[in-house]
């Protein structure tokens, strides 16, 4: 079989000496009802819910969903999560916390957190200057919010558990108001504060709590900005069409492409921190590190909703994810690959087909160097994991497992642990779930943060399970489940819910989780 064709190599773009590709997810569940040219769009990272408001500044036909405005959250797959009823004001920007928590800022510098099934779990004001000069712009980063005033006053909250306004320095009044507005986070900053970028004029000013920086730039105005998911670089499109990359110190000039449009872009963002990606009404375009680029068409309107290793695409039917393909899967699925990964899928391949050449290319292998058929079985596993297709996992596990059979030091460990984690990715990928996470999202986000937000989702019976299949502690999943089971426990007595919890708690310990989570 031509496994090259069945992973879509053909298809790949390659961008200097790396492979790109763009690969459908969902189909969105949402059906016809959803227009995102009209709508506000927020993604929570790590391939985490959509929340879509109505765009009041958007001219919009006056149909019976236009006149009742609601905040609606929808899981990665298009699922609708919760309808919250919109009265509250406007909207000026949304954005999504570490815990999964939906930020909403309003131009009066009320800001609101909701969680994922629409309860209101905190709100809190930035201070009453912005009930009369109200807010401008707002950024919204993992732990906090910032907005710049009317009257140019920064104030920002750095810790949404304790929202504490904090005034950055005013800006004296500039000639005309800031283009467009970015944040280093305290986390990725190299003063270890809250740095804000505004593009104002031709320069870009610096602002953090010891005082304000011009940078004395000469190409703006700059009408898009974007800062890496590293912190390290900075992406700006130019008045004259130029995306321009430069280091966030502003002390190095890496790379200009022009992009023959003076019509900014809708967004501009990082796809990792190899590309950035910029999006115009039914185009898509990608700019490598060395001036390649490869264009995507479009006839529905799009959001980019950047990841650490990509970006979701979401169209009014679709979901994609645009990133790098892996090193391992590059090394067994490029086209005319002769690495050891590459021959061992075609061992696997001889094999099923009862051709006895698949012992000779064994046998290739193994004379490639010393260590040929482990790196060959390590590369497998490696593009296994990666990988989203299933029938795609299975058949480089099957590879795998054939080529560690003729190991004479065989470990299962690696095995075994692929497997798990597979198990745990495919469960959680199924559009009933809704969280199309990857590998390296997961690494990031760690495996017991995972199942927090599934058990927030009051997906707690696969909570569990991912917890035994992962050695993972279930007592925080139980906790939830016996908490939300309190607070919907309806026309139930204390002492009945009180039996049922003891039941049910009595059958997890029996699942065989870790003695630990009982």
């Known amino acids: 079989m031509d496994w090259a064709e069945a992973t879509g190599a053909h298809s790949w773009s390659k961008l200097y000496d790396r492979y790109y590709r763009k690969q459908q997810m969902y189909r969105l569940a949402w059906g016809d009802e959803i227009d995102l040219a009209k709508m506000k769009v927020a993604g929570a990272p790590f391939a985490g819910p959509v929340a879509l408001l109505r765009d009041s500044s958007k001219i919009s036909m006056v149909t019976a969903s236009t006149l009742r405005n609601s905040l609606n959250i929808y899981s990665a797959a298009g699922v609708l999560l919760a309808e919250i009823p919109w009265k509250k004001g406007k909207v000026v920007d949304m954005g999504w916390t570490e815990k999964e928590k939906l930020v909403v800022v309003l131009d009066d510098g009320s800001v609101l957190l909701y969680s994922v099934d629409g309860r209101l779990v905190q709100s809190f004001n930035l201070g009453d200057e912005f009930k009369v000069d109200r807010v401008l712009q707002a950024c919204i980063w993992k732990s906090g919010v910032v907005c710049l005033s009317r009257a140019y006053a920064l104030v920002y909250v750095d810790d949404f558990a304790e929202p504490l306004p904090r005034r950055m320095p005013r800006l004296q009044e500039p000639e005309a108001p800031p283009t467009c507005m970015a944040i280093i986070p305290p986390e990725l900053a190299p003063s270890k504060g809250l740095e804000v970028l505004l593009a104002i004029g031709k320069t870009i000013l610096t602002v953090d709590v010891a005082g304000i920086t011009d940078q004395k730039l000469t190409a703006g105005p700059l009408r898009c900005i974007s800062v890496c998911p590293n912190g390290k670089m900075l992406a700006c499109f130019t008045h004259d069409g130029f995306v321009w990359v430069i280091t966030t110190d502003f002390s190095k000039n890496l790379s200009e492409f022009p992009t023959k449009s003076q019509v900014p872009p809708q967004q501009l963002v990082w796809c990792g921190t190899d590309s950035v990606v910029l999006y115009w009404d039914k185009m898509v375009l990608m700019v490598g590190p060395y001036g390649d680029w490869v264009k995507h068409s479009y006839e529905e309107p799009l959001r980019l909703l950047p990841e650490v290793d990509g970006v979701r695409i979401i169209s009014n039917t679709l979901q994609e994810f645009l990133h790098r393909v892996p090193e391992a899967t590059v090394d067994v699925f490029k086209i005319g690959s002769c690495s050891a990964g590459a021959m061992l899928v075609d061992a696997l391949d001889q094999l099923e087909r009862n051709d006895g050449r698949a012992h000779d290319t064994i046998r290739a292998i193994r004379e490639m160097d010393g260590n040929g058929l482990q790196n060959a079985v390590d590369t497998c596993l490696a593009a296994a994991a990666h990988e989203y297709d299933v029938p795609l996992q299975q058949m480089l596990l099957r590879a795998a497992a054939y080529g560690s059979s003729f190991l004479q030091m065989r470990s299962p460990l690696l095995m075994e642990s692929t497997t798990t984690l597979l198990r745990a990715l495919n469960a959680v990928r199924d559009s009933a779930i809704g969280l199309p996470i990857t590998k390296t999202q997961l690494e990031r986000l760690t495996p017991a943060a995972m199942v927090e937000r599934l058990a927030q989702r009051n997906h707690h019976y696969l909570a569990l399970q991912l917890c ?28 009945q819910l009180h039996r049922e919890i003891n039941e049910r708690l009595k059958a997890v310990t029996d699942l065989g989780l870790p003695s630990h989570s009982a």
């Open 468 to 495: 035994q299949w992962l050695q993972l502690d279930a007592r925080p999943v139980v906790v939830h489940w016996a908490c939300q089971r309190i607070l919907s426990g309806g026309s139930l007595s204390d002492d």
